[in-house]
């Protein structure tokens, strides 16, 4: 039971890490950038389970918020997490583990897989462009504008990498480790 808990543990740190050392690369575009942290959590989301996915980005954002410059850019700290794009941050923990539970429903069944990726990311979108316009108080256009709309399409298509290789990995580690297998 030990060696179980250390290794969900070692889990959770390497997702937290793979996670922080992705999400600093951004192409600055407007208020919300195109970065590879959605990237960074739909691979995590998709090799770990959901418990361990959740905890992986909680501790994520942990990081960031207590000063440690994980988030977009090298930032960090609470003006960060909850600013204007923090719905974004805050909404990755809703993506990851809704894309981990859902892979594990399908048993990582590929077109399946494709489908539940790519309604993370959007949901993701749609949870960040929510607290956006709430937050600038900007109407429903430009709102959709700055965190919507210019990111289905990259979103779309980080889903379909990271359902690719994420499945491949799985499919890979499977062979190797009890914890990556149905």
Known sequence: MQNTKLY???????????????SPLAIPIGIVPVTLQTLAVGLVATVLKAR???????LYLLLGFIGIPVFTGGTSGIAVLFGPTGG?????L?????????????????IPAFIIN?????????????????????????ALKLGFT?????????????????????????HTNKYFTN
């Open 8 to 22: 969900s543990l070692t889990l959770i740190a390497l997702g937290a890490a793979i996670i922080a050392v992705l």
């Open 52 to 58: 361990e996915t959740f905890f992986a980005i909680l």
């Open 88 to 92: 974004f941050l805050l909404a990755f």
């Open 94 to 110: 809703v993506m990851g583990t809704l894309i981990s539970w859902g892979l594990h429903q399908i048993k990582y069944k590929t």
């Open 118 to 142: 790519i309604v993370g990311h959007l949901l993701m979108l749609v949870i960040g462009t929510l607290w956006l316009k709430f937050f600038t108080q900007v109407d429903w256009s430009l």
């Open 150 to 174: 210019p990111f289905v399409f990259v979103e779309i298509i980080k889903a379909i990498l990271v359902t690719i290789f994420g499945l491949a990995l799985i499919r890979a580690l499977s």
